[in-house]
């Protein structure tokens, strides 16, 4: 707590008068949340040591200088989730044909992207299976366009599914095989 000598050095410097400290008091209770506690505690700028009393006339304008910043950033990032949420929201709802525009720009795709066109699969070709997972062709469909798509899945709930390829285009081919059987009959009847 500054003394009544150094208060009257203080406001001698900032050449002030004690009303006008008030009136700095009395601004500063509305924008300063600790001006604000000391006031309810009964306390006034005289409680406060010089190098504090000296800084009152500008702490205000500080303060609003803050607030204001405060806002801004909040303002900045209220508009950044804004903007990544309407990215998620594209991506969502376009997803196919991102996807498929990713694929014939020869992007690669990733394993969560691979994972989810699995999703679309219209067929899946069993192949081999070894102790951990088996081979897996996903024939999937994106925009009226069909895709082969290999990966493994896992056979354990310790094992995930790995895609280790990309997809690429494939069309269907209806073909007609005959089989020629060998039987062998009996001769008695």
């Not at 400290?21 to 700028?45: H, I, P, Q, V, Y």
């Not at 009226?144 to 494939?170: A, D, K």
């Amino acid at each position: 707590m500054a003394t009544k000598k150094e208060i009257k050095e203080v406001l001698k410097e900032l050449n002030l008068t004690e009303l006008d400290m008030d009136n700095f008091w009395e601004d500063l209770k509305e924008s300063n949340a600790t001006a604000r506690l000391l006031n309810k505690c009964g306390k006034t700028w005289r409680d406060m040591n010089a190098g504090v009393i000296k800084s009152l006339p500008t702490q205000k304008e500080r303060d609003l200088e803050n607030a204001e910043r405060k806002a801004q950033e909040e303002k900045e990032k209220a508009e950044i989730e804004l903007k990544a949420k309407q990215d998620r929201e594209y991506y969502y709802n376009h997803f196919d044909e991102i996807i498929l525009s990713k694929i014939d720009k020869g992007e690669e795709l990733t394993e969560d992207e691979l994972s989810t066109i699995r999703d679309y699969s219209i067929e899946d070709i069993e192949g081999d299976e070894s102790r951990w997972s088996r081979d897996i062709e996903s024939i999937i469909e994106l925009c009226g366009r069909t895709f082969s798509l290999s990966w493994s899945r896992g056979l354990t709930e310790c094992q995930e599914n790995s895609f280790y390829n990309q997809p690429h285009e494939v069309e269907k081919k209806t073909t007609i095989k005959t089989i020629t059987v060998v039987e062998w009959i009996s001769k008695t009847k």
